[in-house]
């Protein structure tokens, strides 16, 4: 769990209060694996949505409109769906 929070760069807090408990996110997890299928070598696929991660939150905190943030997002959760 504390890997989890650490590269979510959220705290425990945040997650219980959305999760509940360790076995709920554990569930959570598995059901998104089950659904889960894609073209894309899953190391890649992971390495880049994550720097799409530090880059939005590194836009968040300058002037980046709020508009650009959703797009860059929405692009990289398109390539889920592939």
Excluded: P, W
Aim: net charge negative; aromatic share 10%.
């Amino acid at each position: 769990m504390s890997d989890l929070v650490e590269h979510m760069g959220i705290h425990f807090r945040s997650l219980y209060d959305n999760f509940g408990d360790k076995h709920t996110v554990f569930l959570k997890t598995q059901d998104c694996f089950a659904e889960f299928s894609c073209d894309y070598d899953a190391e890649v696929l992971a390495e880049s949505l994550h720097n799409t991660l530090l880059g939005i939150r590194l836009l968040a905190r300058t002037s980046a409109s709020k508009e650009k943030l959703h797009r860059i997002a929405d692009f990289s959760l398109a390539l889920l769906n592939k």
